[in-house]
């Protein structure tokens, strides 16, 4: 080449614009940065999941305890609930039909009980402690007793006395005699009749005591199933016959009385036998009282025991919440008429503070490389105005996984702090996405490990 051509502009001009110098060499010097960064520049490493902000206390669990037709239905999502409102109540109607009816037979067993206490009182002091006529017609049964008590003193004093009554004592003794028959007659009367109408199964329409002893039988049949009415009838039909035998002994036994009222004897022997008669009377008395008075307080206590099942049963049919905090609820059930039972409804949280925890969900294959003492990374993003970002440290790993849609995870928690303004915009049980920073690699490695797992 010429010597004058190397002098020329031109000739280094030309030189440095080809095509090497302004693309090959910037692209190369690109490339080699691009590489030196990958080389040394970290990427952090992550293994995603999801999570939900929880409390530290942990929450109550509100569920249904049976199922059925809704009459109230309180649910509502954020609800401030206190310890004993009512979120939900069922329709009790049965059991309530039941309760009252159990608590109605209650009722006159303990009036029974009352009663029958206050002759087994009477009888045992040979006095009439009845204020007014009892519905069971036990101040009757008293005034026999008195009767036939009397009648056995009136022969006591005569022997006493050890002279013939005269004709007035005589015509009193007479009388006593023969009102108490005709009130064991009558009695007997009410009680075949009862056992008739029962065993016929027809209604007794006589208004005297026999019909509170027939209202008190078809109280307790309608409370019972048919294979139990069956027994009740059998038992109240076997009491029945039991006074009726009893009746029929006193009504020989005051016409005993009345024969041998005719011819009175004044010897010593005479006195003890009727002192003995006096015994005897209110021994069987008092025994037959207390036989009665047992079997009362059986019935009673079968009754109580079943009146608390009853009101047992329908507490379940109100769920209440059982401590105060705020309702998170499960959002198919909210308005429903029916609900079924052992079914968990909502959540109650408690009112968010400054500390919290996040519950995070990670899949089984990545469980691997999540260690305690890990940074995790909670975004929030729905139904709030802008996202929130919480970070946190994990504390607990789960050992077992849980089955979420067929597919495992562990549970993974975090404890984070909140702010005033994070704590306002925030609630228990919002859910977001969750990372898991599990070490850092360079550029170069990432992008290699990846080209790799896809080949």
Request: net charge positive; with cysteine; glycine share 4%.
């Amino acid at each position: 080449m010429e010597s004058k051509f190397l002098e020329s502009s031109e000739f280094y001009t030309a030189r440095f614009k080809n095509f090497t110098t302004l693309l090959i060499i910037p692209s190369v010097i690109l490339v080699l940065c691009v590489l030196i960064f990958s080389l040394v520049g970290k990427k952090e490493i992550a293994v995603k999941g999801i999570g939900t902000i929880e409390p530290l206390q942990g929450t109550t669990v509100i569920q249904t305890f049976i199922g059925g037709k809704l009459k109230e239905n309180l649910l509502e999502e954020g609800k401030i609930v206190k310890p004993g409102m009512t979120i939900l109540r069922f329709d009790n109607s049965q059991v309530q039909q039941k309760l009252n009816l159990a608590q109605k037979q209650n009722s006159l067993l303990t009036e029974q009980i009352r009663d029958i206490r206050l002759l087994q009182t009477s009888v045992a002091e040979n006095r009439d402690l009845f204020s007014k006529e009892d519905n069971f017609g036990y101040q009757e049964r008293l005034k026999t007793y008195l009767s036939q008590r009397n009648s056995i003193q009136i022969e006591l004093e005569e022997l006493k006395d050890k002279a013939t009554l005269k004709q007035e004592q005589r015509d009193q003794l007479a009388k006593v005699q023969s009102d108490a028959f005709s009130r064991e007659k009558q009695q007997l009367k009410i009680y075949q009749q009862l056992y008739q109408d029962i065993q016929n199964e027809h209604e007794y329409t006589a208004n005297d005591s026999g019909k509170t002893i027939y209202q008190s039988y078809q109280t307790r049949r309608n409370m019972l199933e048919n294979a139990e009415r069956e027994q009740l009838k059998a038992e109240t039909l076997k009491d029945l016959q039991k006074q009726i035998d009893d009746t029929n002994t006193q009504l020989d036994s005051i016409e005993t009385q009345r024969i041998q009222q005719k011819d009175v004897n004044t010897s010593e022997a005479e006195k003890k036998g009727l002192l003995q008669k006096l015994q005897t009377l209110q021994t069987e008395q008092l025994s037959d009282i207390s036989q009665l008075l047992n079997k009362l307080l059986q019935e009673q206590s079968e009754l109580q025991a079943n009146i608390k099942t009853l009101n047992n049963e329908n507490d379940k049919y109100v769920v209440k919440a059982t401590k105060a905090g705020r309702l998170h609820v499960i959002q198919e059930y909210v308005g429903v008429k029916s609900l079924g039972g052992q079914i968990q409804v909502a959540k109650i949280y408690p009112e968010l503070v400054r500390n919290a925890e996040i519950k995070a969900y990670i899949p089984e294959n990545e469980i691997s490389t999540v260690k305690v003492g890990q940074m995790l990374k909670f975004k929030l993003t729905k139904n709030i105005s802008k996202p929130l970002l919480l970070e946190g440290k994990v504390t607990k790993i789960a050992t077992a996984p849980t089955q979420v849609d067929k597919n495992n995870y562990y549970t993974v928690v975090a404890k984070v702090r909140l702010s005033k303004t994070e704590a306002m915009s925030s609630k228990y049980g919002m859910s977001g996405s969750v990372s898991i920073v599990t070490g850092k690699e360079t550029f170069f490695n990432y992008f290699k490990n990846k080209v790799v797992k896809e080949k």
